[in-house]
């Protein structure tokens, strides 16, 4: 493969890196270099480092294996059956796919927010209290679940009725429900694919806002349709690309850098052309 | 009505239909295709309507020969003996009673189990699983008696209420594990991701969010089951078989003992020639219709309160 | 660079995320991860538990009907006299009442069940109800507006309570509703038309044609649930291409809609026939209980089912081998019958998925 390297690749395979920066803060160290869902190879060559509290985004057209990426930072494809990786991903200088590790213990710390709300058919009080549970948390559940809700700027909307059904509310709410009962349990790293999809633009707001105020306890990598969004919140930015050169559609990372230099000053053509918005 | 104002409307103007003979377009029977579609109408209707007479004549029936003989007393007492005045099916129904309580005992954990095991795996095992679960529901009921009778009369030596369980949650078995399988299944996969995405194993994921879920469903799969256990006979007849007395006796539940039962009970009084027999037999059979009832409406209350998708 | 040496800040020497377990947040302690790998057994066994279960039902039937096997052969299953007392045993008159029964409530069951089943599934009585109340006017009434909709729910209810009511209350009704109804008409018939074999005899009591009637009942909201089902499973697609082509609505159910559902029905009607093998108590009641093959409708007979269910509670250890053999028999007829009718409807299910 590598003697037939397609143009669009990066010259040495890991250029899209940032330039020599301190490395120490790296909390996960994503080095994807072939993924498969059986014989389809959805993604290759995807290098990304996720620095302590920061915002990491991910963009990129639709099916350039964004979400793939993300579930990948906390094993959830291993639900898919015929999901093969090769590379690895590091959790403090631990490779999270490494023989003997417990894919259950590594989405204890890196928890995840999806797309589409997803809450429990129970009370909102035992959907954020759910992480605690599955913890065996001893201590004051309420007041965690209290902290929890504030931090997702949700406890006054709900306060009065936490022993409604988390189903009830609106899918605004729901979504910031999700995200307090990620965060009840403080997990290290937080992922969010497309988090506000879902939502109108108030709602979304809100979100971001949470997110930055998040970013100073938690580390957080997000996927987002929204370009705005993530040159609003994201402290560095991933662009993700197919490349169909070699007849199937396979993502790759093109170009990784502070959101800043890369919405403002991209370097790759593919990168210029989809900021600028001239893909369809 | 209409076409006069379309009439009036046109007045003066052209009528652009001149000519157009718009007798086809009426429904008229006089059409022979229109004629066969309302006779096939009126046909499946009759044949409905026919089909739900017998359901209207049992109602009846129960009611006014089960309705007439049906008092505290019959509720409460022994079976009486061949030309006995008097008596009642109290033993049957404790009997019915206990026996599906045990085959629930038996079934539920059983099905419940197995249904958690088939909702999270595509494999060849649970395929063949699911398989042998439908084979098991067209199974005649009384073969489940022959099984109970082969592997539980024969080899504690004697009939039982035990053996008449064994025989009800065989027939059971099938029902729950595919009305569980099938709620369990039905809980939105979101739900399912969302725990596995907070680090829950597959046991804390099953027990905190799969099988709350699901509840209100596997419940109303368990009700059927039980509506459809209590009402079976055949297999009891040779493995419960039936008795005169209390299944509680000097303090004791005798359930290695003959256990009488409402079906048995009916059964066998259903075939006597005396008048106090057959009629007790109406009065048990309209106890049996109201027990099976109340499961399966219990069923339908729980499968309401299902949440959708 | 990717192999970069671990950073310093965070220790690794600890076991994994032993570094950062917050205040909350913990990897699965000991006592999650045996009751999840003891959870998963469970259940794993619970599912092979399942197989064998049926294997040993099957095993159990066939061990104790093996001696009997031996002795008696397959002359067992071609020999018309069950006599105890003279020690000879055949089943095949209760093979052939176990079939006739079935296949006359069958055809009964199937055409009213299929009737019910269109009836229900093309939405008959809702458009009948809200013509009637359209007549006077009433069809936008906050009472009536659901009126017809929940008719068309209540029939359906009904008829799946035919289901519920156990078979032993069915033979109840049977034995003092159906044969005391029938008899006078029976008899007329047999008067009038003797010649015909299905009428040689008269009706004495329990005989073939209540029996048939009850199962015919008891097999009915078979076919109509499954039928339904393949009805309404029917895309709507080829429906209103059927009706946009001007075909009356019969003219499309027939052309199209019961075509493309056939495959569904005739596996309810398949799997109804597997019910009607197995069903005991009615039949007991009311066939009579004599072995002897007639066309008859009114001659008494005998089931598999019946002759299990009479025999089994004073058997003795000699007769109990006989009556499993027999039991086999009738294990193997439904087997068949029931895996026939589960392979069309997946077939069914496989083609209306495509
Ligand atoms: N479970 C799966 N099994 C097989 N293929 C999959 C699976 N999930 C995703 N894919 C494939 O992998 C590729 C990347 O999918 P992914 O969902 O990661 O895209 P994405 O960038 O998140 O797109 P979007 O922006 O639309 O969410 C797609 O071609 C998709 O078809
Ligand atoms: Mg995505």
């Known amino acids: 493969m590598s003697t037939a390297m397609p143009p669009l690749r990066p010259a040495n395979g890991h250029a899209a890196t940032l330039p020599a920066e301190k490395r120490d803060d790296i909390v996960v160290d994503c080095h994807i270099r072939e993924l498969y869902y059986g014989s389809f190879k959805a993604v290759r060559d995807t290098e990304i480092p996720i620095r302590k509290n920061s915002i990491t985004a991910f963009i990129g057209p639709s099916g350039c294996g964004k979400s793939t990426v993300l579930r990948c930072l906390n094993r959830m494809n291993d639900l898919v059956r015929g999901f093969r990786f090769e590379g690895h991903v590091r959790y403090r200088g631990r490779d999270i796919y490494a023989h003997g590790i417990d894919p259950v213990a590594v989405r204890r710390f890196i928890g995840m927010v999806f797309q589409q709300p997803n809450p429990f058919a129970t009370s909102i009080f035992n959907n954020v209290a759910f992480g605690l549970r599955l913890n065996g948390f001893k201590g004051d559940r309420a007041d965690k679940v209290e902290k929890a809700l504030r931090a997702a700027a949700l406890w006054d909307e709900v306060k009065d009725k936490l022993n409604k059904s988390g189903l009830s509310l609106s899918g605004g709410q729901q979504q910031r429900l999700c995200i307090a009962r990620a965060i009840a349990t403080e997990p290290e790293v937080l992922l969010m694919d497309e988090p506000c999809s879902a939502l109108d633009p108030i709602a979304t707001r809100r979100i971001e806002e949470l997110m930055t105020e998040l970013s100073q306890k938690f580390t957080i990598a997000i996927v987002t349709h929204n370009l705005q969004q993530a040159q609003r919140v994201a402290d560095y930015t991933g662009f993700l690309y197919v490349d169909t050169t070699q007849g199937g559609r396979t993502g790759y990372l093109v170009e990784f850098n502070h959101s800043k230099h890369l919405f403002e000053d991209p370097q790759h053509p593919h990168t210029q052309q989809y900021i600028r918005g001239e893909f369809s | 009505m209409a076409t006069n104002v379309v009439e009036r409307n046109l007045a003066g103007v052209e009528d652009p239909f001149a000519g157009v003979d718009f007798s086809h377009l009426e429904r008229s029977l006089r059409r022979p295709r229109t004629l066969i579609d309302a006779l096939l109408n009126l046909a499946t209707a009759a044949l409905t309507m026919l089909a739900l007479v017998p359901l209207f004549s049992v109602v009846v029936m129960l009611l006014w020969r089960g309705g007439k003989r049906l008092s505290i007393a019959a509720l409460t007492s022994l079976p009486p003996g061949p030309l006995e005045a008097g008596g009642g099916f109290g033993n049957a129904i404790v009997g019915t009673t206990v026996m599906v309580a045990v085959a629930i005992l038996f079934s539920v954990p059983f099905g419940i189990l197995t249904a958690v095991y088939l909702a999270q795996s595509n494999n060849k095992v649970a395929e063949v699983v699911r398989f042998c679960a439908k084979l098991l529901t067209g199974f005649p009921s009384i073969l489940a008696g022959v099984f109970a009778y082969g592997a539980v009369v024969l080899a504690t030596g004697g009939f039982s209420s035990l053996a008449g369980a064994v025989a009800l949650s ?33 046991a804390q994921t099953v027990w905190m969010v799969l099988l709350p879920t699901a509840i209100p469903g596997i419940l109303t799969g368990v009700m059927l089951a039980v509506a459809r256990a209590a009402g079976e006979t055949a297999p009891l007849i040779f493995t419960a078989l039936f008795s005169n007395y209390w299944l509680w006796q000097h303090g004791q539940m005798k359930l290695m003992q003959p256990t009488a039962s409402l079906a048995v009970l009916i059964y066998n009084f259903a075939g006597m020639p005396f008048k106090n027999q057959v009629e007790l037999a109406w009065a048990a059979a309209l106890v049996l219709v109201l027990m099976v009832l109340c499961a399966n409406l219990a069923g339908q209350a729980l499968s309401a309160r299902q949440v959708q998708r | 660079m990717s192999s970069a040496a671990p950073v310093a800040e965070f220790p690794t020497s600890s076991p994994l995320f032993d570094a950062r377990a917050g205040e909350v947040t913990q990897a699965p302690s000991r006592g999650q991860r045996i009751f999840d790998a003891v959870f998963r057994k469970t259940c794993h066994t619970f599912a092979w538990l399942t197989i064998l279960l049926v294997g040993f039902i099957v095993a159990r039937i066939t061990a104790a009907a093996i001696p009997a096997i031996h002795t008696l052969g397959l002359g067992f299953v071609t020999g018309r006299v069950w006599d105890a007392n003279a020690g000879t045993y055949g089943i095949l008159a209760q093979i052939w009442g176990t079939i006739y029964t079935s296949v006359l409530a069958l055809m009964l ?18 458009a009948a109800v809200f013509g009637a109340l359209k007549k006077f006017n009433l069809h936008l009434k906050p009472v009536t507006l659901r009126l017809p909709d929940q008719l068309e729910r209540l029939l359906k209810e009904l008829i799946e309570l035919l289901a519920a009511i156990p078979s032993v209350v069915y033979g109840l009704w049977g034995i003092f509703v159906v044969i005391p109804l029938i008899r006078p008409w029976c008899n007329w018939l047999h008067a009038q038309m003797g010649w015909v074999p299905f009428f040689s005899t008269d009706l004495s009591g329990p005989g073939v044609l209540p029996a048939v009637l009850v199962l015919a009942i008891m097999i009915l909201p078979t076919v109509t649930a499954i039928s339904r089902d393949a009805l309404v499973s029917v895309p709507p697609k080829i429906r209103m291409a059927a009706y946009g082509l001007g075909a009356t609505r019969w003219e499309s159910l027939f052309a199209v809609i019961l075509p493309a559902a056939s495959r569904g029905i005739f596996g309810g009607i398949v799997l109804a026939f597997g019910r009607a093998l197995g069903e005991t108590m009615a039949l007991a009641m009311l066939v009579g209980n004599s072995n002897q093959i007639k066309l008859s409708l009114f001659s008494p007979a005998n089931t598999l089912a019946a002759l299990l269910a009479n025999n089994f509670p004073e058997a003795g250890p000699k007769e109990v081998g006989i009556l499993m053999y027999a039991a086999l028999v009738l294990l193997a007829i439904t087997l068949v019958v029931n895996v026939a009718g589960a392979f069309i409807l997946h077939r069914a299910a496989l083609m209306q998925s495509e």
């Not at chain 2, 065989?170 to 996969?189: C, F, G, Q």
């Not at chain 3, 069951?109 to 809702?126: D, K, P, Q, R, T």
């Open chain 2, 170 to 202: 065989v027939l059971m078995l099938p029902t729950v594990i595919l009305t569980s399988e099938d709620a369990i299944r039905m809980v939105p996969s979101r739900m399912k991701e969302a725990a596995i995405g907070m680090g829950a194993t597959t």
């Open chain 3, 109 to 126: 069951g199937s055409i009213f069940g299929v009737a019910a089943a269109i009836f229900l599934s093309e939405g008959f009585l809702s």
